[in-house]
């Protein structure tokens, strides 16, 4: 389905393989981040000639994507505020920050089918109001009821964006560019990243959560607005493509789900990211209650991982796809050096000064763009078809990972609190965040083990190669 073919494996908080697309644009020949050719299917609406005020139309879906991003790790800043409160633990802050994926992953499929059924810019501007909407729910939010509603409102809100952009910038730039546009759009997610952590506690600091809540609330809906006056879904005079029903994108998702080799790459997305958005979440309040931090100190600190994926992502498709020509050995290894670097944290924990610290999570967000060869594998395994089936599906597997781990640690949490109290919100000792981020250095290692799993691709779908393997060994 077209809204799904997301530049064959780039897909959310993904830069991949960014040089290449500028070098790529640059000289005129295209390809999309994973290494193939523009689909066809996604492309089909799109200008031979680059249309003007292109970049304006894709600025600003792709401004309420990096807001969607914002939100996901949020609720990491405001952990202690939210405490102080509502008077809830930590196992209530971790479900709160899941309730975003839930509905974020129940919607990631559909959302495709409404974009393409009613268009992009009428379902980025509803899903940009609703995000604000469920911003403003939070901000006056008088009991864990509204904020808990407002959480999985943001988060239905959100699903559209990504693909939103991506639909966007493929009617309105030339099919050379959307390798490029694909990876620019991916990159402004890994900036919303950064946009929860130090920018987001200044603003705390200032305000107050509910404050900042109010106008991160107020400027997504204002951005809804100028989406819904200004963006138009395609040039005038350039037609609009087919768009396939739910009914097929559930036959092809089946299709792929029966695929076994979808299985491992699926599997290893969800443990790595949860171990990720676990990091996010707990990172600034470990820093607060063990290393006496402010919540602005904190949070700077807490940018590390991000800092370092802005180059390593690029940097990780770069390498797998131009000069190894691999993605099961880079995966494996840099799962593995993650592995490494996890255990390296929990046993440090509260011994390292703050600059080690740092350098620490610097390291691990360097070896953590493994995720980003997720998409590649899942597309390269699977029947080229359903290749954007393919990563949508795989990347469930993330969400979920978040989704499913983030409340349960927040228990784990809970679990060792020694009974400490700062202004009404629990302080919890290094032993309650050693168990937490052992658990996450587990899934880690099981990443790793999953990716021994992985068959190597060499960068082409091998799914023929695949499908016909087990016919020739019974011959």
Not at 292 to 303: E, I, K, M, S, V
């Amino acid at each position: 389905m077209p809204a799904l073919i997301v530049g064959q494996g780039v897909d959310h908080c993904n830069p991949l393989f960014l040089p290449i697309a500028l070098a790529r644009m640059l000289d005129g020949g295209m390809e999309t981040p994973g290494g193939a050719a523009v689909d066809g299917r996604w492309s089909a609406g799109a200008t031979a000639r680059a249309a003007p005020g292109r970049w304006l139309m894709w600025s600003i879906p792709t401004a309420l994507f990096l807001i969607a991003f914002f939100h996901r790790a949020a609720p990491g800043v405001i952990a202690r505020d939210l405490m102080e409160a509502f008077e809830v633990t930590g196992a209530t802050v971790g479900l709160l920050a899941a309730a975003y994926f839930y509905s974020y992953a129940g919607l990631m499929i559909p959302a495709g089918v409404l974009i393409d059924g009613v268009g992009a810019r009428a379902m980025i501007s509803l899903g940009g109001a609703v995000m604000g909407a469920g911003a403003i729910a939070m901000a006056i939010a008088p009991g864990t009821s509204l904020l808990f509603t407002g959480r999985l409102v943001v988060g239905l809100g959100a699903s559209v964006t990504f693909i939103g952009a991506l639909k966007i910038a493929a009617a309105w730039f030339p099919a050379t560019q959307f390798g490029f546009l694909a990876a620019l759009t991916a990159t402004a997610g890994v900036l919303g990243a950064l946009a929860s952590s130090l920018p987001l506690a200044a603003l705390v600091t200032a305000t107050g959560w509910r404050g900042a809540f109010w106008i991160v609330g107020v400027l997504t809906l204002g951005l809804a607005a100028l989406c819904a006056v200004v963006v138009r879904d395609r040039p005038r005079g350039v037609a609009a493509g087919s768009a396939p029903g739910l009914g097929a994108a559930v036959r092809g998702m089946g299709a792929v789900l029966r695929n076994p080799h979808t299985w491992p790459p699926f599997l290893a997305f969800f443990c790595l990211y949860a171990a990720t958005g676990n990091l996010l979440l707990w990172i600034i309040p470990y820093l607060r209650d063990v290393h006496g931090l402010g919540a602005t100190q904190a949070a700077l600190y807490a940018t590390a991982p991000s800092l370092a994926l802005l180059a390593s992502a690029p940097l990780t498709g770069f390498v797998s796809d131009r000069v190894l020509r691999r993605r099961k050995a880079p995966y494996t290894a840099l799962s593995g050096g993650l592995f490494a670097l996890w255990v390296v944290f929990v046993a440090t924990l509260q011994a390292l000064p703050l600059g080690g610290v740092f350098a620490l999570l610097f390291a691990m967000g360097i070896c953590g763009a493994a995720f980003v060869l997720t998409w590649p594998i899942a597309r390269e395994v699977n029947p080229p078809a359903l290749d954007g089936i393919a990563v949508a599906v795989v990347n469930l597997g993330g969400f979920l990972g978040a989704a499913l781990t983030q409340g349960p640690l927040g228990v784990v949490l809970d679990a060792r609190w020694a009974g400490g109290l700062e202004g009404g919100a629990r302080v919890y000792p290094v032993e309650a965040y050693r168990a937490v981020f052992t658990v996450c250095a587990g899934f880690v290692g099981a990443a790793g083990l999953l990716s021994l799993l992985f068959r190597e691709t060499h960068g082409r779908n091998i799914y023929p190669a695949l499908r016909d393997a087990p016919a020739r060994g019974t011959r």
